[in-house]
């Protein structure tokens, strides 16, 4: 009997092997991306399939694998325990749908050659890490996943804001892998002790556990984009096509989050308290920051890139609360926290997919990413904007959405703080619950925005007026989310229970059982506390509007009429006189925009009885940008100026260096204790 | 038999809160105009006024789409559900755990997101305004609305309403700081939320100095119905809220005969007139502000929420 890692293995194997094919087949581009799209879809679906039988007989026992490469000493070891099982099922299904979104969109992609063969490679590469039992495996499934993801970002390599958006990608994830090297290097100890079995067993020092969380939120952080790490985020993810965008927005971030959870959770042991309010404050900055950068932008792709930014803080805001919890031995409570912060990561990789999904129908019917140029496609594209409607009101955390339910899992977390001995962490718990509520409510504004200025309106170029509906597989594929996102807000005790497992092997509690529960209502510690029901609120909601559609169709006039909308007498008739996101963000910008961006406007008005126009000028920058990064980037310019001369040194010079550099290490040596 | 009279007391309430909540705004506007010497609209002018919308044909922009014909219908479901779950005049009904005080509030922000739709599926610049400015002052009352509800679950240690409201009435509770503190910052809200001076003039016809005004525009005969009951609607459930919370008083509890009944239904009467006049007494005494003020009245409701929310950490009994 084969083991199930095993077969996962053999799925990552097939995935590469379909690489390989791809190559092959770059010649013949039309049956080829049905070919690659269709094995992957297969493949991934098999996967799922496995991962779903593991699910329902909640094995006990994690299935391993060892291969015999990787370093030669240890071996490269697999692990399927119940945290890798979930984010495998996230990846996998993911990956599914982006081959099924692929089966269509790939038909539009003019270099199909540059994409096929790095999207099986890319897929290999996060379900190896998720699987990967020993450092060295993990950091090289890593680095795998980065460069393959990177040369999916530069598939278009000649648009010059692709080619500095796949520089900063790479700089980025080499800076994010080396952070993760140190602190496997340290987890690892002197004695090389590689494999996360050994690591476990070893339990760190409270010093070197405090070092590790620090690099951790470095190198996952960056991958997943915590705020100030994010500058890549914007730009890569939506560089890419946009079935890879959705998967390094839905899904990588989560192998990042997965890497931060398997070694934060499981390898350090226990935590220290205060160790939790560094995570809770870089996730409360991060959840605000995201979504406030989102509300700026103006290009869709964008735009939800930085939205991922937001939930990716949200999510940390409940991981650092179940550190909290965890370290102040309170295990329910950390179970609760920690199962609003897998189902947000869950949820996400739904809502974002597809978000993402509907954003690239719209890139191929128009040819625009800029929203301003938008405008009125709910009339020529009606079913992918019914699908990018569920996805905008599930991510803005409305009931009876699947968004809602872990945003509300969260705060239910939040409630729990009075509990909490420090007082540290009770003063910063709610406020982070506040940072939490404001982000969710600019988050709606957002998507009111995102939906409202392309799908709404009147169309404000004519590339709007050629538009025509997406493929049937792109349509299938994003139908297939949406009524996820419905079903996993109506029926949430089905994932709840799902997700016992994991938080039983980390924190060794869990949530109450759901499903257990009369009308499948979720009661996260008592129902007389806090109770929530998606399915009655649905019903509810279903039957009030029936009822109001047939008492007024019954009793109501019938009568309708078509005319002009009403303009106060001035017809406008240019749609350019329309509201655009810049001025639909302009309120929120006035109340947040002064402090966070510096942002300034102006208006130039021509002097009295000159026919000019008026001028308005809006000045937005990037405070982090500016202020972090550029200076790191004019000081390594200055520092690689200045060492050049060391190039142009004669050989005696070359000497005297080398041997001064030998003293000083024989000297730390000697001195070391 | 136990059961069919529970449903029987929770459908009466959603049937309740339907009757009553044209008369509520009916009153208020009453009130409104006798406090300025006029004569005022008869209290029923509101029911009036659904049944002349209902009757009306319905004039629909060239460029409507089908989301602006189904939205009146979403808003208003949304918010009598969410209406329907807040305790009236009895708590521990058959469905009052469906959901808590998070969701509620979290519904009606499903009803205020399709009403910024919409606002914008025209295309003109009124929609336009007015949903931008809406979800402005959405983003700063929905956050404070959130700490009330912690400082609420600090006190009674929950957030679903009928425990609330239960604890609330029982002598354990006395004068606290933070509860008054919630009290004003809820009443700053539910200021705000419904679209009342000092925020916005729900009587004004200029269109740029109106934000829920401006965001109907383009809405007329059953359609504008739809959306004018379930602003009725969410008027009677910020009132309904604060006075669960506040005034916990005659509040009827699961098992009590009919009579009691009877008596909780008087006692809520009681409850949504004497808010009706404090709400026309406010809103004759105060001018409506600019819209950039809004920030800071906002303000002012979060930072006291969360000064509260504070106050409790430091000790449970203020």
């Given at each position: 009997m084969i083991s199930d890692a095993a077969v996962l293995l053999w799925g990552v194997a097939s995935l590469l092997g379909t690489a390989v094919l791809a190559i092959a087949l770059s010649r013949t581009p039309g049956s080829g991306t049905r070919l690659v799209y269709g094995l992957t879809l297969g493949i991934s679906a098999t996967a799922l399939l496995v991962l779903a039988g593991r699910m329902l007989e909640a094995p006990v026992t994690p299935s391993t694998a060892v291969l015999p490469v990787g370093l030669p000493w240890v071996g490269a070891h697999f692990?399927?325990?119940?945290?890798?099982?979930?984010?495998?099922?996230?990846?996998?299904?993911?990956?599914?749908?982006?081959?099924?979104?692929?089966?269509?969109?790939?038909?539009?992609?003019?270099?199909?050659?540059?994409?096929?063969?790095?999207?099986?490679?890319?897929?290999?590469g996060m379900n190896l890490v998720v699987l990967a039992d020993d450092a060295f495996t993990f950091l090289l499934s890593w680095e795998f996943m980065s460069l393959s993801s990177w040369a999916l970002v530069i598939v278009h390599h000649r648009e010059r804001e692709n080619a500095r958006a796949g520089y900063i990608y790479l700089v980025m994830a080499s800076f994010g892998t080396l952070a993760l090297l140190l602190a496997f290097g340290l987890l690892s100890g002197p004695?090389?002790?590689?494999?996360?079995?050994?690591?476990?067993?070893?339990?760190?020092?409270?010093?070197?556990?405090?070092?590790?969380?620090?690099?951790?939120?470095?190198?996952?952080?960056?991958?997943?984009?915590?705020?100030?790490?994010?500058?890549?985020?914007?730009?890569?993810h939506p560089a890419a096509p946009s079935h890879v965008s959705a998967l390094m927005s839905g899904v990588m971030t989560k192998v990042?989050?997965?890497?931060?959870?398997?070694?934060?959770?499981?390898?350090?042991?226990?935590?220290?308290?205060?160790?939790?309010?560094?995570?809770?404050?870089?996730?409360?900055?991060?959840?605000?920051?995201?979504?406030?950068?989102?509300?700026?932008?103006?290009?869709?792709?964008?735009?939800?890139?930085?939205?991922?930014?937001?939930?990716?803080?949200?999510?940390?805001?409940?991981?650092?609360?179940?550190?909290?919890?965890?370290?102040?031995?309170?295990?329910?409570?950390?179970?609760?926290?920690?199962?609003?912060?897998?189902?947000?990561?869950?949820?996400?990789?739904?809502?974002?997919?597809?978000?993402?999904?509907?954003?690239?129908?719209?890139?191929?019917?128009?040819?625009?990413?800029?929203?301003?140029?938008?405008?009125?496609?709910?009339?020529?594209?009606?079913?992918?904007?019914?699908?990018?409607?569920?996805?905008?009101?599930?991510?803005?955390?409305?009931?009876?959405?699947?968004?809602?339910?872990?945003?509300?899992?969260?705060?239910?977390?939040?409630?729990?703080?009075?509990?909490?001995?420090?007082?540290g962490l009770k003063v910063m718990v709610p406020a982070v619950g506040g940072l939490l509520a404001l982000s969710a409510a600019l988050a709606a504004a957002c998507f009111v925005k995102a939906f409202g200025i392309t799908f709404l309106g009147r169309p404000r170029t004519s590339a709007v007026e050629h538009a025509h509906e997406a493929d049937r597989y792109s349509l299938a594929a994003m139908f297939i989310l949406a009524a996820l996102c419905l079903l996993a807000g109506i029926l949430p005790g089905f994932v709840i229970d799902g997700l016992s497992p994991v938080t039983l092997s980390l924190i060794g509690s869990r949530m109450p059982v759901q499903m257990a529960q009369p009308w499948l209502s979720i009661v996260p510690i008592a129902e007389s506390r806090s109770s929530y029901n998606g399915l009655l609120v649905f019903v509810f909601i279903a039957i009030s509007a029936s009822a109001a559609v047939y008492v007024i169709h019954r009793f109501a006039s019938h009568a309708l009429r078509r005319g002009p909308a009403w303009g106060c007498g001035f017809a406008d008739a240019v749609p350019g006189s329309q509201y655009t996101g810049v001025s639909f963000a302009q309120p929120i910008r006035r109340v947040f925009g002064a402090f966070v961006f510096r942002a300034t406007e102006s208006v130039e008005m021509p002097a009295p009885g000159e026919t000019g126009p008026a001028r308005f000028n809006l000045q937005i920058h990037d405070v982090i940008w500016e202020t972090l990064y550029l200076p790191i980037g004019k000081a390594l310019d200055f520092a690689t100026d200045h060492l050049n001369h060391l190039q142009f040194l004669t050989i005696r010079r070359y000497l005297t260096l080398v041997f001064l550099f030998l003293i000083v290490l024989l000297l730390v040596l000697a001195l070391w204790p | 038999m136990a059961l069919i009279l529970e449903l029987a007391v929770q459908g009466a309430q959603m049937m309740l809160v339907l009757l009553l909540a044209p008369l509520l705004t009916g009153f208020v506007r009453k009130v409104k105009a006798r406090l300025l010497r006029r004569q005022g609209p008869p209290l029923i002018q509101p029911y009036r006024d659904l049944l002349r919308l209902m009757r009306k044909e319905v004039v629909l922009a060239d460029n409507a789409s089908w989301l602006f014909r189904v939205i009146p219908y979403l808003i208003f479901a949304a918010t009598w559900v969410a209406a329907a779950l807040v305790p009236t005049f009895a708590t521990g009904l058959k469905f009052s755990w469906t959901a808590d005080l998070i969701a509620i509030v979290a519904l009606l922000g499903s009803a205020r997101f399709f009403l910024a739709l919409a606002a914008m599926d025209v295309g003109t610049s009124f929609g336009g305004i007015g949903a931008s400015r809406e979800v402005m002052i959405a983003s700063l009352a929905e956050p404070a609305m959130l700490l009330i509800v912690f400082s609420l679950a600090l006190v009674a240690g929950a957030t679903q309403l009928s425990t609330v409201a239960a604890f609330m009435g029982s002598p354990q509770v006395g004068l606290r700081v933070s509860l008054g503190m919630s009290l004003i910052a809820l009443v700053m809200v539910a200021i705000a939320e419904n679209a009342r001076v000092p925020v916005d003039n729900p009587a004004t016809h200029l269109e740029l100095t109106m934000i829920h005004e401006a965001m109907v525009l383009e809405y007329s005969g059953r359609h504008l119905a739809m959306i004018d009951f379930a602003a009725f609607l969410k008027l009677l459930l910020y009132v309904s809220l604060i006075s669960c919370v506040f005034v916990p008083w005659g509040l009827v509890t699961a098992g009590a005969g009919p009579w009691s009944y009877v008596l909780g239904v008087v006692f809520y009467i009681c409850k949504l007139a004497a808010s009706g006049v404090l709400l026309a007494l406010f809103e004759t005494a105060i001018a409506k502000m600019r819209v950039f003020r809004v920030p800071d009245f906002l303000g002012a409701a979060l930072m006291l929420a969360l000064l509260g929310t504070l106050l409790l950490f430091v000790s449970r009994s203020l």
């Amino acid at each position: 009997m084969i083991s199930d890692a095993a077969v996962l293995l053999w799925g990552v194997a097939s995935l590469l092997g379909t690489a390989v094919l791809a190559i092959a087949l770059s010649r013949t581009p039309g049956s080829g991306t049905r070919l690659v799209y269709g094995l992957t879809l297969g493949i991934s679906a098999t996967a799922l399939l496995v991962l779903a039988g593991r699910m329902l007989e909640a094995p006990v026992t994690p299935s391993t694998a060892v291969l015999p490469v990787g370093l030669p000493w240890v071996g490269a070891h697999f692990r399927l325990d119940a945290l890798s099982t979930f984010f495998l099922v996230v990846i996998n299904f993911g990956g599914a749908m982006a081959s099924l979104y692929g089966l269509g969109y790939g038909s539009h992609e003019p270099s199909p050659h540059r994409v096929l063969p790095f999207f099986p490679a890319f897929l290999a590469g996060m379900n190896l890490v998720v699987l990967a039992d020993d450092a060295f495996t993990f950091l090289l499934s890593w680095e795998f996943m980065s460069l393959s993801s990177w040369a999916l970002v530069i598939v278009h390599h000649r648009e010059r804001e692709n080619a500095r958006a796949g520089y900063i990608y790479l700089v980025m994830a080499s800076f994010g892998t080396l952070a993760l090297l140190l602190a496997f290097g340290l987890l690892s100890g002197p004695g090389g002790n590689y494999t996360f079995e050994a690591m476990r067993a070893a339990g760190p020092t409270p010093l070197v556990a405090t070092f590790v969380l620090a690099l951790m939120l470095l190198g996952a952080g960056s991958k997943a984009g915590l705020v100030p790490l994010h500058v890549w985020l914007p730009l890569a993810h939506p560089a890419a096509p946009s079935h890879v965008s959705a998967l390094m927005s839905g899904v990588m971030t989560k192998v990042a989050v997965y890497g931060f959870i398997r070694v934060v959770f499981d390898l350090l042991g226990e935590p220290t308290w205060w160790s939790s309010t560094i995570v809770l404050f870089f996730g409360g900055l991060t959840a605000v920051l995201g979504i406030l950068y989102a509300l700026m932008e103006k290009d869709l792709k964008r735009l939800l890139a930085y939205s991922t930014i937001e939930n990716i803080g949200v999510i940390f805001v409940s991981l650092g609360l179940a550190l909290a919890f965890k370290a102040n031995a309170m295990p329910s409570a950390a179970a609760l926290a920690l199962t609003a912060a897998l189902f947000h990561a869950l949820n996400h990789s739904f809502f974002k997919s597809l978000l993402f999904f509907g954003a690239g129908a719209v890139l191929t019917a128009t040819g625009e990413r800029d929203m301003e140029k938008l405008g009125g496609l709910i009339h020529r594209m009606p079913q992918t904007s019914f699908v990018f409607l569920v996805g905008c009101v599930a991510i803005s955390s409305l009931p009876p959405f699947n968004g809602f339910v872990s945003e509300w899992l969260a705060f239910q977390a939040v409630l729990q703080s009075p509990d909490l001995p420090q007082w540290g962490l009770k003063v910063m718990v709610p406020a982070v619950g506040g940072l939490l509520a404001l982000s969710a409510a600019l988050a709606a504004a957002c998507f009111v925005k995102a939906f409202g200025i392309t799908f709404l309106g009147r169309p404000r170029t004519s590339a709007v007026e050629h538009a025509h509906e997406a493929d049937r597989y792109s349509l299938a594929a994003m139908f297939i989310l949406a009524a996820l996102c419905l079903l996993a807000g109506i029926l949430p005790g089905f994932v709840i229970d799902g997700l016992s497992p994991v938080t039983l092997s980390l924190i060794g509690s869990r949530m109450p059982v759901q499903m257990a529960q009369p009308w499948l209502s979720i009661v996260p510690i008592a129902e007389s506390r806090s109770s929530y029901n998606g399915l009655l609120v649905f019903v509810f909601i279903a039957i009030s509007a029936s009822a109001a559609v047939y008492v007024i169709h019954r009793f109501a006039s019938h009568a309708l009429r078509r005319g002009p909308a009403w303009g106060c007498g001035f017809a406008d008739a240019v749609p350019g006189s329309q509201y655009t996101g810049v001025s639909f963000a302009q309120p929120i910008r006035r109340v947040f925009g002064a402090f966070v961006f510096r942002a300034t406007e102006s208006v130039e008005m021509p002097a009295p009885g000159e026919t000019g126009p008026a001028r308005f000028n809006l000045q937005i920058h990037d405070v982090i940008w500016e202020t972090l990064y550029l200076p790191i980037g004019k000081a390594l310019d200055f520092a690689t100026d200045h060492l050049n001369h060391l190039q142009f040194l004669t050989i005696r010079r070359y000497l005297t260096l080398v041997f001064l550099f030998l003293i000083v290490l024989l000297l730390v040596l000697a001195l070391w204790p | 038999m136990a059961l069919i009279l529970e449903l029987a007391v929770q459908g009466a309430q959603m049937m309740l809160v339907l009757l009553l909540a044209p008369l509520l705004t009916g009153f208020v506007r009453k009130v409104k105009a006798r406090l300025l010497r006029r004569q005022g609209p008869p209290l029923i002018q509101p029911y009036r006024d659904l049944l002349r919308l209902m009757r009306k044909e319905v004039v629909l922009a060239d460029n409507a789409s089908w989301l602006f014909r189904v939205i009146p219908y979403l808003i208003f479901a949304a918010t009598w559900v969410a209406a329907a779950l807040v305790p009236t005049f009895a708590t521990g009904l058959k469905f009052s755990w469906t959901a808590d005080l998070i969701a509620i509030v979290a519904l009606l922000g499903s009803a205020r997101f399709f009403l910024a739709l919409a606002a914008m599926d025209v295309g003109t610049s009124f929609g336009g305004i007015g949903a931008s400015r809406e979800v402005m002052i959405a983003s700063l009352a929905e956050p404070a609305m959130l700490l009330i509800v912690f400082s609420l679950a600090l006190v009674a240690g929950a957030t679903q309403l009928s425990t609330v409201a239960a604890f609330m009435g029982s002598p354990q509770v006395g004068l606290r700081v933070s509860l008054g503190m919630s009290l004003i910052a809820l009443v700053m809200v539910a200021i705000a939320e419904n679209a009342r001076v000092p925020v916005d003039n729900p009587a004004t016809h200029l269109e740029l100095t109106m934000i829920h005004e401006a965001m109907v525009l383009e809405y007329s005969g059953r359609h504008l119905a739809m959306i004018d009951f379930a602003a009725f609607l969410k008027l009677l459930l910020y009132v309904s809220l604060i006075s669960c919370v506040f005034v916990p008083w005659g509040l009827v509890t699961a098992g009590a005969g009919p009579w009691s009944y009877v008596l909780g239904v008087v006692f809520y009467i009681c409850k949504l007139a004497a808010s009706g006049v404090l709400l026309a007494l406010f809103e004759t005494a105060i001018a409506k502000m600019r819209v950039f003020r809004v920030p800071d009245f906002l303000g002012a409701a979060l930072m006291l929420a969360l000064l509260g929310t504070l106050l409790l950490f430091v000790s449970r009994s203020l």
